[in-house]
């Protein structure tokens, strides 16, 4: 017996809710429900995964890159499948024009969406990126898709939790209001940025993908996407955390009293956050450790902001999702954030 598109469409609906719902519950919500009680016991999540207990990162060696591959592939590989299962299913498993009719308007609606869409999910920046790619597939604006990026990371609510009881509830706030800058400011600018023609095309292009799709399975269709992204993503994916690995004594030095509030430290370090990547919540004991050793709040807070949005993987793995310039923008407001942040933290007094 044909199944009616009606029939199919909420199949698909179906099965995506349930990997949503189950998949966050079991990656990210019970395991931060049980963290937070920790981080209010203890007043720390654990050992900083840049240095861990140490005023520096080790030499860049081999070693160094695959033992902080490792360190890293451990605390993210169930998210990194749930991204990529999430990615896939937004493109084969939910009718054609949902995503476009939800997430494609131009205006501040889709990334007012996007970015509260992007909160629950609390996922690290790579292990957004399949979602996102698969949100821009599906026609969502790139200002809907910026702030579902975002939103994962700076406004994670289990984060800002995490960050009140071990960094102080001065640091939540700070992070809270900028990040609801960055998140939905960039995302509006994005959408600004379209051209009439752009906006043209992407809903000529909604129905064309639906006249393509209506005679395919969906869970045939739902596999083959998950592969390809997969080979089109891991491969980069793992050459530049383990590029990174190595590289973390050349963006992060001695850590001491000696880095202290100037300038030049916290455009060093906003840089730095911006091209490094972590695991979702790793720049709290990041920060904490480094704060302890002497740091100036004014990298700290550099790195509060530059550390969780984006990373040099997670801009390569969504490089074909927007436009060259467009990520340029993103890259530069999120460091621009980050300096205006550690500026913020010395004025305040943190």
Known sequence: MTSTPAQRNKLGLITFALILIAGLFYVKWSPYYHKAFLAAANHAIGNSILMGKDASPPPASLDAALAYAFAYGKAIWQAMVLGLLLGSGVQALLPA??????????????????GLMGIPTMMCTCCAAPVVAG????????????????GNTVLNPATLVFMGFVLGWNWTVLRLVMGLILVFGLGFLANK????EEAQSAKIQIDQLSEANSNENMFVRWLKIFGKMAIKLIPEYIVLILLLGAARAFLFPHIGPEIGNSIFWIISFALAGALFVIPTAGE???????LALGLGVGPAGALLMTLPPISLPSVAMVARSFKPTLLALITAAVIGIGIITGLIAIALGF
């Open 97 to 114: 024009n949902w995503v476009a009719k939800a997430l494609g308007g131009t205006g501040f609606g889709s990334v007012a969406a996007g």
């Open 193 to 196: 940025l379209i051209t009439p």
């Open 284 to 290: 709290v004991p990041i920060i904490q450790a480094m």
């Open 135 to 150: 949100l821009r597939t599906q026609k969502a604006s790139p200002g809907a898709a910026i702030s579902f990026w975002l």
